[in-house]
């Protein structure tokens, strides 16, 4: 068996799990970027402040904690469903010629 056989073109797939990497990698320091940045200037209380209480928790652990955590299972709920693509690696699906499926 040639090495063309034994592996396949995986153009296409690793084309689409490229895009998905891209696509999580950014989509985590957007999120760890806004709790650890909101975080940092807001959490803790300072001296001669009152607490800042929103639904019975602290404001900071809201906003810097629990929304970026709901919108980040929303985003993965998103990518899971409609963005993640299965690809086929079956040599034979493939022409050769530059990863594209055949007809």
């Known amino acids: 068996m040639s090495d063309d056989l034994q592996t396949g073109d995986l153009g ?5 799990s490229r ?14 970027g806004w ?3 909101y975080v940092g200037l807001k959490g803790g209380i300072k001296e001669g402040e009152a607490l800042q209480l ?10 810097g ?13 998103w990518f899971a469903l ?13 022409d050769g010629s530059n990863g594209e499926e055949g007809k």
């Open 54 to 63: 929103v639904w019975g928790m602290p404001e900071w652990v809201v906003f």
């Open 82 to 94: 409609r963005f993640m693509k299965d690809t086929d690696l079956d040599p034979a699906a493939y």
């Open 12 to 16: 296409v797939s690793f084309r689409q």
């Open 19 to 32: 895009k998905e990497l891209y696509f999580m990698v950014a989509s985590w320091v957007v999120f760890a």
């Open 35 to 37: 709790t650890i940045s």
């Open 65 to 77: 904690i629990l929304i970026p955590w709901i919108f980040g299972l929303g985003l993965t709920v």
